[in-house]
């Protein structure tokens, strides 16, 4: 079980999930013993590790900033 809130207050969202898949993770969180909502932060938190170690997002990543870059510096002037 990851515990990252960090001081900070957490911000709350909702999620619809289809019936298969909110069965599939409460049976989940249940087994590994956390709440459904822990079991989904983890989810996040591998998922966003695994594609930050990817290059193609990392280059998205890149053009994207440059670009919001670029257009908050017209904004600017």
Known sequence: MMQRYHD???K???????????????AVARTQGV???QLIIDALHNE????RMDA???????????RD?????????
Do not use: C, G, W, Y
């Open 8 to 10: 900070v207050m957490p």
């Open 12 to 26: 709350q969202t909702t999620v619809r999930l289809p019936d298969d898949l909110a069965d599939q993770a409460e």
């Open 35 to 37: 709440s459904v909502n």
């Open 48 to 51: 966003i590790d695994r594609v």
């Open 56 to 66: 193609e997002f990392r280059a998205r990543v890149k053009r994207l900033v440059e």
């Open 69 to 77: 870059h670029e257009i908050l510096d017209r904004l600017a002037q």
